[in-house]
């Protein structure tokens, strides 16, 4: 019996993992594959406030360390330099995939999570006070609550009779790392199928290859012919390709989970959302519901909150993504060349040359500028918090530094003891704080600094001083203690 079973050992399946077993949750994961695929370099990098995200939990150095800071923000090629955005992270991390995978598996194993490879989930079933995991070997797993965080062919959304609206493949894609005989044609291009690109890896040897064409129905693993062939097609030549050393296939197909839960079972990263890669957002989003949803649940799991809190999860995370797939979609449109498109693609280029087009479309890209709709009140609420310079009864902080263990975190900047959290006091932690330099949020600018502010284990505001606290830490944090109630 565990009080999670996740269903997926990806970035976005390793991470809520973390994240529950931060807020002290007995959490298994079940993965299919014998090993990660870490050969495979799928997404190529961190936006910025995943790396933000990572800090918040104190392991943001083992990924920068691994990576390569640059300006990697992009609009369909376009390039969006952040480097005057107020965050300490304002850059994109190239970074491998399969490093990725690597840096996160090892913290969680450092963390205790059991992770059951070579086991595959082939149907669960759900009651009032749990779910029956059925795996392919004949053993069964008991859970609290089951997530599906099992790529876009989620097993666990399909079995739980959760839609997958959206829109059907126009491109088809290779990418593969592989040998050449031949000098190849280096750099990207565009024609009327897509992206077309061949790189130079940093071992001398290898190349990675993307090509695409117009979506034929394609099925089956992808081959070393079909690379072949599909390189013959856009420049008339394979280039001697030859020792591959993967090979996969992906395409625009767009599709977005009508729900995020239903009853028990929930559904996170690709599971719940699908899009063209352009601009690297997939795994970032995917990292960034494992937070959102992570502390919520270790929160009904716990007691502390009613299951309703769960619905926030959706309320919170299915407008991001949905934002996500418009944008990739009319960035997917951009990739192919023609006389029009070119004139669109130099119009965007000037568009995007401009401070306000620019700040807000990478503000949205880098994930810098999501706002969770929590009422009206402060430009902050519903934000995520600056990482202001601290100085507290222990000496200067920053506030991510508040955050590492997965709590919330009440900073009050007026008189010591002039907040009320009784009947929440094992649940928050409250620091009396100063504060040093301006309040600025990237595209919204500088704010007001609050009197105090309530920030949630995700790093976003849930209060801010503005009217009595005791409703956002029911809300957050569950109604306050029996004890004080009565």
Same mark, same amino acid.
């Given at each position: 019996?565990?009080?999670?079973?996740?269903?997926?050992?990806?970035?976005?399946?390793?991470?809520?993992?973390?994240?529950?077993?931060?807020?002290?949750?007995?959490?298994?994961?079940?993965?299919?594959?014998?090993?990660?695929?870490?050969?495979?370099?799928?997404?190529?990098?961190?936006?910025?406030?995943?790396?933000?995200?990572?800090?918040?939990?104190?392991?943001?150095?083992?990924?920068?360390?691994?990576?390569? #800071?640059?300006?990697?923000?992009?609009?369909?090629?376009?390039?969006?330099?952040?480097?005057?955005?107020?965050?300490?992270?304002?850059?994109?991390?190239?970074?491998?995939?399969?490093?990725?995978?690597?840096?996160?598996?090892? !913290?969680?194993?450092?963390?205790?999570?059991?992770?059951?490879?070579?086991?595959?989930?082939?149907?669960?079933?759900?009651?009032?006070?749990?779910?029956?995991?059925?795996?392919?070997?004949?053993?069964?797993?008991? #859970?609290?609550?089951?997530?599906?965080?099992?790529?876009?062919?989620?097993?666990?959304?399909?079995?739980?009779?959760?839609?997958?609206?959206? !829109?059907?493949?126009?491109?088809?894609?290779?990418?593969?790392?592989?040998?050449?005989?031949?000098?190849?044609? !280096?750099?990207?291009?565009?024609?009327?199928?897509?992206?077309?690109?061949?790189?130079?890896?940093?071992?001398?040897?290898?190349?990675?290859?993307?090509?695409?064409?117009?979506?034929?129905?394609?099925?089956?693993?992808?081959?070393?012919?079909?690379?072949?062939?599909?390189?013959?097609?856009?420049?008339?030549?394979?280039?001697?390709?030859?020792?591959? #050393?993967?090979?996969?296939?992906?395409?625009?197909?767009?599709?977005?989970?009508?729900?995020?839960?239903?009853?028990?079972?929930?559904?996170?990263?690709?599971?719940?959302?699908?899009?063209?890669?352009?601009?690297?957002?997939?795994?970032?989003?995917?990292?960034?519901?494992?937070?959102?949803?992570?502390?919520?649940?270790?929160?009904?799991?716990?007691?502390?909150?009613?299951?309703?809190?769960?619905?926030?999860?959706?309320?919170?995370?299915?407008?991001?993504?949905?934002?996500?797939?418009?944008?990739?979609?009319?960035?997917?449109?951009?990739?192919?060349?023609?006389?029009?498109?070119?004139?669109?693609?130099?119009?965007?280029?000037?568009?995007?040359?401009?401070?306000?087009?620019?700040?807000?479309?990478?503000?949205?890209?880098?994930?810098?500028?999501?706002?969770?709709?929590?009422?009206?009140?402060?430009?902050?609420?519903?934000?995520?918090?600056?990482?202001?310079?601290?100085?507290?009864?222990?000496?200067?902080?920053?506030?991510?530094?508040?955050?590492?263990?997965?709590?919330?975190?009440?900073?009050?900047?007026?008189?010591?003891?002039?907040?009320?959290?009784?009947?929440?006091?094992?649940?928050?932690?409250?620091?009396?704080?100063?504060?040093?330099?301006?309040?600025?949020?990237?595209?919204?600018?500088?704010?007001?600094?609050?009197?105090?502010?309530?920030?949630?284990?995700?790093?976003?505001?849930?209060?801010?001083?503005?009217?009595?606290?005791?409703?956002?830490?029911?809300? !957050?944090?569950?109604?306050?203690?029996?004890?004080?109630?009565?």
């Amino acid at each position: 019996m565990h009080a999670v079973v996740i269903v997926g050992s990806g970035p976005t399946g390793m991470m809520l993992a973390a994240e529950l077993t931060l807020a002290g949750v007995d959490v298994a994961v079940v993965e299919r594959r014998a090993s990660p695929d870490l050969d495979r370099a799928r997404a190529g990098g961190l936006h910025a406030r995943t790396i933000e995200v990572l800090d918040q939990r104190g392991v943001a150095d083992r990924f920068v360390s691994q990576g390569q #800071a640059m300006q990697i923000q992009g609009y369909s090629g376009i390039r969006l330099d952040i480097s005057d955005f107020p965050t300490r992270y304002n850059y994109g991390l190239a970074l491998p995939q399969s490093d990725t995978e690597r840096i996160i598996a090892a !913290w969680v194993s450092e963390l205790g999570v059991p992770v059951a490879r070579e086991h595959e989930v082939t149907g669960f079933a759900q009651d009032e006070g749990g779910v029956d995991v059925e795996l392919s070997d004949g053993q069964s797993l008991r #859970a609290d609550y089951l997530v599906g965080c099992d790529g876009g062919r989620s097993l666990i959304r399909r079995a739980a009779g959760i839609d997958f609206p959206g !829109w059907e493949a126009s491109i088809y894609s290779l990418v593969a790392e592989a040998e050449m005989s031949e000098e190849p044609e !280096w750099g990207i291009c565009y024609d009327e199928n897509g992206t077309q690109a061949v790189a130079k890896l940093a071992d001398g040897k290898r190349v990675r290859v993307v090509v695409s064409q117009r979506y034929a129905g394609q099925t089956g693993e992808p081959t070393l012919r079909d690379l072949s062939q599909a390189l013959i097609a856009v420049w008339g030549t394979d280039y001697g390709v030859h020792s591959l #050393a993967w090979i996969s296939r992906f395409t625009d197909m767009t599709r977005q989970a009508a729900s995020y839960r239903k009853g028990r079972v929930l559904l996170a990263g690709d599971a719940a959302h699908v899009h063209y890669p352009v601009g690297g957002q997939g795994l970032n989003i995917g990292v960034q519901d494992a937070v959102n949803l992570g502390w919520k649940l270790a929160q009904v799991v716990n007691g502390t909150s009613p299951d309703d809190l769960l619905d926030t999860y959706q309320a919170e995370r299915h407008p991001v993504a949905a934002r996500v797939l418009q944008n990739t979609m009319a960035q997917t449109a951009l990739t192919r060349c023609d006389a029009r498109i070119g004139a669109l693609r130099e119009t965007m280029s000037e568009l995007l040359s401009m401070d306000e087009p620019r700040k807000r479309i990478a503000g949205m890209i880098s994930g810098l500028d999501i706002h969770y709709d929590l009422g009206e009140g402060h430009p902050l609420l519903g934000r995520r918090m600056p990482d202001l310079d601290l100085v507290t009864a222990d000496g200067p902080r920053w506030v991510f530094t508040l955050l590492h263990h997965a709590r919330p975190v009440l900073l009050n900047f007026g008189e010591p003891g002039g907040l009320d959290v009784t009947g929440w006091a094992d649940r928050v932690q409250l620091v009396d704080a100063k504060h040093a330099g301006p309040w600025e949020l990237p595209v919204l600018g500088a704010v007001t600094a609050p009197p105090a502010v309530l920030i949630r284990p995700d790093g976003y505001v849930a209060w801010a001083g503005d009217q009595p606290i005791q409703r956002p830490l029911t809300t !957050w944090l569950g109604p306050p203690t029996a004890s004080e109630r009565s």
